[in-house]
Nanobody, 125 residues
Framework: VQLQACGGGLVQAGGSLRLSCAAS????????IGWFRQAPGKVREGLSY????????WHADSVKGRFTMSSDSAKKMVYLLMHSLKPEDTAVYYC???????????????????WGQGTLVTVSS
């Protein structure tokens, strides 16, 4: 199983970025893909997830209204569109796979795996 996130970069505060994540190497139909981020010296934070059988993603309160996750299940691609970026959004952003559907992100957090290398987002003030 392999997940690869890309699309990060340097952006000014208030700007936007779209991250992409390509998932491959598995065939089971029931899964969820999540977006996470980890800032220097901080724990990894879960941002959003979407189940493969759904169109509506879940977003953490910390990013709700600014970040929007979307997916193309046929291509096993997910995206994270980020608006109104703030310096505190600076982090390495990861996508990860959960085998089986997720109904509660906190409960299923440690079920996510197959972390890729992540993509660095730097927001300048």
């Amino acid at each position: 199983v392999q997940l690869q996130a890309c699309g990060g970069g340097l952006v000014q505060a208030g700007g936007s970025l779209r991250l992409s994540c390509a998932a491959s190497g598995f065939t089971y139909p029931d899964y969820a893909i999540g977006w996470f981020r980890q800032a220097p010296g901080k724990v990894r934070e879960g941002l959003s997830y979407i189940n493969s059988n759904e169109d509506t993603p879940w977003h953490a309160d910390s990013v709700k209204g600014r970040f929007t996750m979307s997916s193309d299940s046929a291509k096993k691609m997910v995206y994270l569109l980020m608006h109104s970026l703030k310096p505190e959004d600076t982090a390495v952003y990861y996508c990860a796979l959960h085998r089986g559907y997720v109904s509660d992100f906190e409960v299923s957090y440690y079920g996510f795996g197959s972390w890729g290398q992540g993509t660095l987002v730097t927001v300048s003030s």
